[in-house]
Nanobody, 117 residues
């Protein structure tokens, strides 16, 4: 079994930055991609950013140019650098590992991000 642990969330003012981390308990065999999702109160969970095994990245339109996903394979960790944060970015952020083409996925427990003055 693989555990994913997110960290780095917190309270930040609009325009500020946060860096989220997602650490896997071990390397993940047949990993296809790592993704960050978020879920705001009363809303559906949405895909924010993803990075494939080949290093290709993708972003939701709402975060393009502000968020950057990256990874450190040696540490089994993926990051989400969030800049120019807005109140609409307030949500619980979840890390997801996609394995075997999506047949298997692992989820972290989430980390709260609150953007408020």
């Amino acid at each position: 079994q693989v555990q994913l642990v997110e960290s780095g969330g917190g309270l930040v003012q609009p325009g500020g930055s946060l860096r989220l981390s997602c650490a896997a308990s071990r390397s993940i065999p047949r990993l296809n991609s790592m993704e960050w999702y978020r879920q705001a109160p009363g809303k559906q969970r949405e895909l924010v950013a993803g990075i494939t095994n080949a290093g290709s990245t993708s972003y939701a339109d709402s975060v393009k140019g502000r968020f950057t996903i990256s990874r450190d394979n040696a540490k089994n960790t993926v990051y989400l650098q969030m800049n120019s944060l807005k109140p609409d970015d307030t949500a619980v952020y979840y890390c997801n590992a996609v394995v075997l083409g999506g047949i298997l996925t692992y989820w972290g427990q989430g980390t709260q991000v609150t953007v408020s003055s």
